[in-house]
Structures are given as structure tokens and as C-alpha cells.
């Protein structure tokens, strides 16, 4: 995670209390794309985008979504309204598991070619944004407009104004770096259960309904945004059919894709996920002088010479 505050720094002409409160003027956080990333945006969706309702015992209620992949005492435990006395689960319900991850060498995305990182310890290979770093920036400004603007003192030049009005070309930028995404396409199986064929149509119209004529949807977690798509078919499975004594079951089940992206092997990677580096302004070599024999650098004695 890096977080950027744009601060107002150089207030010469403000007070102690507003410049504390102009201090800081925007705060941004970057948070890297992992697996559960996409797993939170998709679990996301469903609960809150969808807000699946459907007809019950107790009136029109929101069903329990669950992730299978939990065990099944930490489930029990962890929300004891989901089974009965006896350890059944509770219908109606939605059930997700992620159940295949795919990468695709043909899908790559807006980036058709490899990018390596740079060549250190930061690494960094797209650039993500850039911006003027504006406290440095008008410390080069002042510097040079100190000792560059003219005064009628008899010393000639320097001893100037701040903040003196001319082209500063000393800009220094600061520019965010990340290693370039690596897409995949992850498969979520969503299970529909409910005790009578009213609770399944009930939970099944949103899926088919929200996203228009169209099959794809975006899901959105930590600022990521990845696109999810539907399938065309819902497969319908029931036990009705066999009229035996079983437990009347409805189920209906979908596999829905992700085309979602990675950045970094996450807490895997010694490198940072998102890099700030700042360009360079203004290179100097010092002058070798030796105790004797040297030629003198100064004009009446007064200033180096530039």
C-alpha cells in the first residue's frame, strides 16, 4: 500500500494554525491485486449488487451466501442460524466455490507484450501515474530565484527575492511504477437452493435480469475493477422427478467467469507492489582545488562564479 499526501509546505505568508490546516490536501491509497481481491469483489457482488431475496417460511427474507470452502465447524460456529438441530442446512441458500484459474496466454490484456522490471531492488516496469512534487520543486524555484534575481545593492548579484517570477525548468516529478498484471480467468460455481421451485425462480430472475441484454458485469474491490461474465445456460437439478423419499431439493447451478489480474506474487515478492521514484533536476561536479597554485574563482572577492 502507498499512500500519497499532497501537502502545502512553503506558506510563508500563512499562520501557525492554518498551516496545519492546509497541511495535508489529499490522500490517496493504491492497494496491489491478489487472489482475494478477486474472491472479496465477486463475494461482493453477490451480496450487495444482487441482494438475492426470496419467499420463506418467515416471510420475504435475504438467504445466507456461503463461501464452501470454510470448514464446516468454523460455518457452525461461526453462524449457528445456518443448520437446523440436526445439522442440516437451512433452505433457501447460496453457495459459492472458486473451482478453476486459468491463465491465458492469448489473453493479456492492454499489455500484448512482456514489460520486465527495472533492474533493482524496487522493480517497477508501468507507470501508473505522475505528478509534480511541489515542495522540492518550489525549493530549486526559491534557490535559484535567491541567487539569480538582481538588487541595488553595490555587490551585484545575489541576495534576491523569493518566490521572484521566472521559468523554473528544475521540476521534480514523482511517478508511480507497478510490475506489469498478469490476467487470469477465474471460474466461480454458484449453487441455487431452495425447498420449492418458487424460492429458485425467485433467486435465479437477478442473475438473468440485472445485467440487461447483455451477459458481462463488472465487480470493483480496492480500486480494481474486473469483469465478470454469465453464462447463457442455467442447469436446473431437482430430486421431484424420482418421487422417493427423499428430501425435496431444488437446485440450480452456474459457473460465472472473471476475467480479473494479478500484480505481484503478494507476501511471496520482497519487492514493493507500487514504486515512487523521483527524476533528477540538476547534476553538479565540484571543483578540485589544490593548496598551491590555484587559479582564483572569484570576482572581487565576493562569489563563486557559476
Do not use: C
Not at 511517478?175 to 487470469?184: G, S
Amino acid at each position: 500500500m502507498v499512500r500519497w499526501i499532497t501537502a502545502l509546505r512553503s506558506l510563508h505568508s500563512v499562520s501557525e494554525p492554518a498551516r496545519e490546516y492546509l497541511m495535508v490536501d489529499r490522500i490517496e491509497e493504491i492497494m496491489p491485486s491478489t487472489l482475494e481481491t478477486i474472491d472479496r469483489a465477486f463475494y461482493t457482488w453477490l451480496d450487495e449488487t444482487l441482494n438475492v431475496f426470496s419467499t420463506t417460511n418467515k416471510g420475504w427474507n435475504k438467504g445466507p451466501l456461503i463461501w464452501v470452502s470454510a470448514e464446516r465447524a468454523f460455518q457452525i460456529k461461526n453462524n449457528k442460524d445456518l443448520r437446523d438441530d440436526y445439522g442440516v442446512l437451512k433452505l433457501p441458500l447460496m453457495t459459492i466455490e472458486r473451482t478453476e484459474i486459468v491463465k491465458d496466454p492469448t489473453r493479456k490484456g492492454i499489455y500484448q507484450a512482456h514489460i520486465p522490471p527495472q533492474n533493482d531492488f524496487k522493480g517497477g516496469a508501468v507507470t501508473v501515474s505522475r505528478r509534480i512534487n511541489q515542495t522540492k520543486t518550489g525549493d530549486f524555484a526559491n534557490a535559484d530565484a535567491y541567487r539569480k534575481t538582481p538588487t541595488f545593492s553595490s555587490q551585484g548579484r545575489g541576495f534576491g527575492q523569493l518566490n521572484f517570477p521566472y521559468k523554473n525548468r528544475k521540476v521534480v516529478y514523482e511517478t508511480l511504477t507497478m510490475p506489469v498484471p498478469t490476467y487470469i480467468n477465474v471460474t466461480y460455481s454458484v449453487m441455487l437452493k431452495g425447498e420449492y421451485f418458487q424460492q429458485i425462480n425467485e433467486m435465479l430472475t437477478p442473475f438473468i435480469v440485472k445485467t440487461g441484454q447483455i451477459n458481462n458485469f463488472f465487480i470493483n474491490a480496492d480500486g480494481h475493477k474486473f469483469e465478470g461474465f454469465l453464462p447463457q445456460n442455467f442447469a436446473q437439478n431437482n430430486n421431484v422427478g424420482n418421487l422417493g423419499d427423499d428430501e425435496r431439493v431444488f437446485e440450480t447451478k452456474m459457473d460465472i467467469r472473471v476475467l480479473g489480474y494479478l500484480v505481484g506474487a503478494d507476501k511471496n515478492e520482497e519487492r514493493p507492489k507500487i514504486t515512487v521514484r523521483e527524476n533528477f533536476v540538476e547534476v553538479k561536479i565540484p571543483r578540485e582545488h589544490v593548496i598551491m597554485g590555484d587559479i582564483p574563482t572569484t570576482i572581487s572577492g565576493a562569489f563563486y562564479r557559476e
